[in-house]
């Protein structure tokens, strides 16, 4: 994976760029309200975008229709998967712990007989 990606997706206009994306093919023109910014604008984080290989452009006639290329979403996740092993084994050990809190003031509630 290169580093290039996370420097890609660190502009929050690019994000809403590729969630915009998320919901199918599009032209320049259609992601303009989406992202709200100038159609110069979108057409700049699409060049980056594409350069990135996070999006595929397809020439329909006159337009130029845009969308996701999966491979590098799979990509990111796959580095992500290693580091999700680490926060899952976390949140378990917490989960515990406040399931053994939560008997405890439940024992500790009870009244006495």
Same mark, same amino acid.
């Given at each position: 994976m $290169?580093?290039?990606?996370? $420097?890609?997706?660190?502009?929050?206009? @690019? *994000? @809403?760029?590729?969630?915009?994306?998320?919901?199918?093919?599009?032209?320049?023109?259609?992601?303009?309200?989406?992202?709200?910014?100038?159609?110069s604008?979108?057409?700049?984080?699409?060049?980056?975008?594409?350069?990135?290989?996070?999006?595929?452009? *397809?020439?329909?006639? $006159?337009? @130029?229709?845009?969308?996701?290329?999966?491979?590098?979403?799979?990509?990111?996740?796959? &580095?992500?998967?290693?580091?999700?092993?680490? &926060?899952?084994?976390? +949140?378990?050990?917490?989960?515990?712990? +406040?399931?053994?809190?939560?008997?405890?003031?439940?024992?500790?509630?009870?009244?006495?007989?």
């Amino acid at each position: 994976m $290169q580093f290039d990606m996370f $420097q890609t997706l660190a502009d929050p206009t @690019r *994000r @809403r760029v590729l969630d915009a994306l998320s919901h199918g093919e599009r032209q320049v023109n259609d992601l303009v309200d989406d992202v709200g910014i100038h159609q110069s604008g979108v057409s700049r984080h699409l060049r980056i975008l594409h350069e990135a290989g996070f999006v595929v452009v *397809r020439p329909d006639g $006159q337009r @130029r229709l845009y969308s996701l290329k999966p491979d590098p979403f799979r990509e990111l996740d796959d &580095w992500l998967a290693k580091y999700r092993g680490l &926060w899952e084994a976390r +949140l378990d050990r917490f989960g515990a712990a +406040l399931a053994t809190r939560q008997a405890q003031n439940e024992t500790d509630e009870e009244p006495a007989v």
